[in-house]
């Protein structure tokens, strides 16, 4: 039996306090248990990066997790 959208939102005041790491461990189980991943960030960071168009976090966990582009949702804004 296929399984509805359901939404998961991860937040915190800090940064760096390990929201990535968190997805991973939560989409990889929902992952192996039938769940179809998609993952976007409302506010992205784009540092480091020579294409501001791409947050380094959302390449990071689309590639981890295989997620196609389909299922990809950019930044709405970018902190620079």
């Not at 506010?43 to 976090?57: A, H, Y």
């Not at 295989?66 to 970018?78: H, K």
Request: net charge negative.
């Amino acid at each position: 039996m296929p399984k509805s959208a359901q939404s998961l939102i991860i937040g915190s005041t800090e940064a760096f306090s390990g929201k990535s790491a968190a997805i991973l461990g939560i989409a990889s189980q929902l992952q192996s248990a039938g769940f179809t991943i998609g993952y976007g960030k409302p506010i992205g960071t784009c540092l480091g990066n020579d294409t501001p168009t791409v947050d380094l976090d959302l390449e990071f966990i689309a590639t981890t997790l295989a997620i196609p582009p389909s299922q990809l949702r950019q930044p709405l804004l970018s902190l620079e």
